[in-house]
């Protein structure tokens, strides 16, 4: 059975310590679900999982049914089976997402092989259906002037095609109104089997009434601070968070004080116009 | 006066890499070699004249120096060019023509220096997609002037792809002219690996007109690159957008230089300009300098420039859907390429730009 074991995982971005010594075993066929507040360290956790050049793993380790995914560049762990739906998926102007997704696809088949282009049309177009989406969907370009929640369902559909072996699902709920939360989690939910390990990232109990969790994670600090089964949702439902930081001992559960993470976030934006070289 | 001498055509075959572009999707298409005729599907397009240049003059002198004489253009390759083509063409649309096929036109560069001069000449109401195609075969120094008219309420889209090789040095000049409700598309795809210097002048001469100039570039190894836009305002409620889209890799250089030009009283016109630059190793220089030159208040402008590296994150999620680095890159680079590419119709030519882009940028 396939296995993602994350152990003492310490990592940093920008010189920051976000992740300070994060545990936990996903086996195939298991959902897990990380909850948390804002700012403690759930998205870092699913960007140093896929490779995002941006963190820095400094202590622990990752391994996929034995296998050591540090020492893999982001696009061979997605071959090896990982598969990340972002919080906030990349706009690619000028690639369609049917283009996209065949060439993700034959870029899992042996050199010099490729996807039949008449079951890929069939398969692609189900999948469309299924979520839900327009049929212009294969011919727009990649997430290009899409909406919240069609990020969102773009992100599922490209998992529905994938077919990893394990999945994180960062947030997929948020910018979701009812109707589509169903959809996207009557989606997942289908997807479920024993050859799937699933990790749903979310601040809202709301998902997981759509998606069953096998085990829930607190997520504070950058650690998980407390794991249960549903009942800890319920908790969370009705009381909030403090409770659980009462428990743990800590009056703010962010990885950063607020000041920085505004810093953080202007940082990024002023980057991304400065001409780079 | 323009002078046209004519070359010997010393081998009047379709060269190699021509003869696989005109497949099923091309209808109507010309293919002039060393300023011969050696190909064409185009003897009977209704409303259309379109002749080599020779033919051309004696029979519509006329009008070609009185279109001529409308320019004026004062550069000196300009004037090379109207002193010693040797290849050239006219098409004339004349007037309430709407010519549903797109015209494809082949010029290839074999045994002589190419010094080519192309008229096209849409009248009153005509609409026409003209898409060319220029090629050597021999290293060569090549000047080329085109020569746009687009009459009232007509509509012109106007595609070019270039290839030209390394040991080949490229001038082009193209003039376009439109009048009131007429508008004038310029898709400029450039994938030469020659030593060039490209200019684009549009003016807007009567009210309502309208013009759009995309220009696509890429240069690599040692290439060295520049282009230039101009788009005059020369009559009010004008409208002119320039867009420029490039790729420079090695240690080649690539400068765009585009100008919107408003003059005094041409009100309610409108200037844009969009620059955007990707530049894929640390000794490629790729600027742009956009400029606004404007006389009267009442219009509206802008002009922007975003140069960089290829976008970390468009490429971290392209991997992380288990494309490899390269292929990823080659993905963005061809979709970040998209709006001249678009305006190729034929699967064929589309498939020239893409392998040129590939071949371009292979040392990633
Ligand atoms: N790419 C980044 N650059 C700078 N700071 C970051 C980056 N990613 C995360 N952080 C910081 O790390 C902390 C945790 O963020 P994140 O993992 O996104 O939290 P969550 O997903 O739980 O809301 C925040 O303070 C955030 O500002
Ligand atoms: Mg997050």
């Known amino acids: 059975m396939a296995k993602l074991e994350i152990k003492n995982l310490h990592a940093e971005v920008e010189g920051n310590k976000i992740l300070r010594g994060v545990n936990l075993t996903i086996n195939g066929g298991e959902t897990h679900a990380i909850m948390g507040p804002n700012g403690t360290g759930k998205s870092t956790l699913a960007s140093v999982v896929m490779g995002h050049p941006k963190y820095t793993v400094t202590e622990g380790e990752i391994l996929l049914d034995g296998d050591n995914v540090l020492d893999m560049d982001v696009d061979e762990r997605a071959r090896a089976g990982l598969f990340l739906g972002m919080q906030a998926p990349a706009e690619v102007p000028g690639v369609t997402n049917s283009d996209f997704i065949k060439t993700a696809m034959n870029a899992r088949l042996e050199e010099g092989k490729k996807v039949k282009l008449f079951s890929f049309i069939k398969e692609y177009d189900k999948a469309v259906q299924d979520l839900k989406m327009n049929d212009d969907l294969p011919h727009r370009y990649l997430n290009e002037g899409f909406s919240g929640g069609e990020k969102k369902r773009n992100e599922i559909l490209q998992m529905k095609m994938l077919k990893p072996k394990f999945a994180i699902l960062d947030e997929i709920d948020s910018g979701l109104d009812v109707d589509a939360l169903k959809i996207v989690g009557e989606n997942v939910t289908g997807m479920k089997s024993d050859d799937l390990g699933l990790l749903l990232i979310t601040h809202y109990q709301r998902l997981l009434d759509y998606i069953s969790a096998d085990r829930v994670h607190v997520m504070m600090k950058g650690r998980l601070v407390k794991s249960g089964g549903m009942d800890i949702i319920e908790r969370i439902d009705s009381e909030g968070y403090d409770w659980i930081k009462q428990e743990v001992g800590i009056e703010d559960e962010r990885v950063l004080p607020k000041e920085d993470e505004e810093r953080t976030v202007l940082g990024t934006c002023a980057t991304k116009e400065a001409l780079d070289l | 006066m323009i002078h046209y001498t004519k070359n010997p055509l010393i081998d009047d075959s379709i060269p190699e890499n021509i003869q696989p572009l005109i497949d099923e999707d091309i209808t109507q298409f010309l293919i002039l070699k060393d300023g011969h005729i050696i190909g064409q599907s185009v003897d009977h397009i209704e409303g259309v004249y379109i002749e080599n240049f020779d033919e051309a003059l004696s029979q519509k002198r006329d009008l070609i120096e009185t279109l001529d004489n409308e320019?004026?253009?004062?550069?000196?390759?300009?004037?090379?060019?109207?002193?010693?083509?040797?290849?050239?063409?006219?098409?004339?649309?004349?007037?309430?023509?709407?010519?549903?096929?797109?015209?494809?036109?082949?010029?290839?560069?074999?045994?002589?220096?190419?010094?080519?001069?192309?008229?096209?000449?849409?009248?009153?109401?005509?609409?026409?997609?003209?898409?060319?195609?220029?090629?050597?075969?021999?290293?060569?120094?090549?000047?080329?002037?085109?020569?746009?008219?687009?009459?009232?309420?007509?509509?012109?889209?106007?595609?070019?792809?270039?290839?030209?090789?390394?040991?080949?040095?490229?001038?082009?000049?193209?003039?376009?002219?439109?009048?009131?409700?007429?508008?004038?598309?310029?898709?400029?795809?450039?994938?030469?690996?020659?030593?060039?210097?490209?200019?684009?002048?549009?003016?807007?001469?009567?009210?309502?007109?309208?013009?759009?100039?995309?220009?696509?570039?890429?240069?690599?190894?040692?290439?060295?690159?520049?282009?230039?836009?101009?788009?005059?305002?020369?009559?009010?409620?004008?409208?002119?957008?320039?867009?420029?889209?490039?790729?420079?890799?090695?240690?080649?250089?690539?400068?765009?230089?585009?100008?919107?030009?408003?003059?005094?009283?041409?009100?309610?016109?409108?200037?844009?300009?969009?620059?955007?630059?990707?530049?894929?190793?640390?000794?490629?220089?790729?600027?742009?300098?956009?400029?606004?030159?404007?006389?009267?208040?009442?219009?509206?402008?802008?002009?922007?420039?975003?140069?960089?590296?290829?976008?970390?994150?468009?490429?971290?999620?392209?991997?992380?859907?288990?494309?490899?680095?390269?292929?990823?890159?080659?993905?963005?680079?061809?979709?970040?390429?998209?709006?001249?590419?678009?305006?190729?119709?034929?699967?064929?030519?589309?498939?020239?730009?893409?392998?040129?882009?590939?071949?371009?940028?292979?040392?990633?």
Not at chain 2, 110 to 116: G, N, Q, R, T, Y
Not at chain 2, 250 to 258: K, P, R
Not at chain 2, 289 to 310: F, Q
Not at chain 2, 317 to 344: H, Q, W
């Open chain 2, 71 to 364: 320019h004026n253009n004062p550069a000196d390759s300009y004037q090379y060019v109207k002193d010693n083509a040797t290849s050239g063409l006219v098409i004339h649309v004349t007037k309430n023509t709407v010519v549903d096929d797109t015209l494809h036109v082949f010029v290839v560069q074999e045994e002589h220096d190419l010094v080519h001069n192309t008229i096209v000449v849409c009248d009153d109401n005509t609409e026409l997609n003209y898409i060319e195609y220029y090629v050597n075969n021999n290293p060569a120094s090549n000047n080329i002037v085109t020569q746009s008219f687009v009459g009232e309420n007509a509509r012109l889209s106007y595609t070019t792809v270039n290839q030209f090789d390394q040991k080949s040095v490229l001038n082009i000049i193209r003039n376009g002219r439109v009048k009131r409700y007429g508008e004038l598309t310029y898709n400029i795809a450039e994938v030469s690996d020659a030593l060039s210097d490209v200019t684009t002048n549009v003016q807007l001469i009567e009210p309502y007109a309208k013009s759009y100039v995309k220009t696509v570039a890429i240069t690599n190894q040692q290439q060295e690159a520049r282009f230039e836009q101009l788009v005059e305002h020369l009559a009010h409620h004008t409208e002119g957008y320039i867009e420029n889209y490039g790729v420079s890799s090695d240690t080649s250089a690539l400068v765009f230089e585009g100008i919107g030009k408003i003059h005094k009283h041409m009100k309610q016109s409108v200037a844009r300009q969009q620059n955007r630059g990707i530049v894929l190793s640390r000794k490629a220089r790729l600027d742009a300098n956009p400029l606004l030159l404007i006389d009267e208040y009442d219009v509206i402008a802008s002009h922007g420039a975003a140069i960089g590296k290829i976008d970390e994150e468009q490429l971290y999620y392209l991997m992380s859907r288990g494309l490899s680095k390269r292929n990823a890159e080659r993905l963005i680079i061809n979709g970040f390429l998209s709006p001249v590419l678009d305006a190729l119709d034929s699967d064929a030519l589309k498939s020239v730009f893409v392998n040129s882009v590939e071949r371009k940028t292979q040392d990633l």
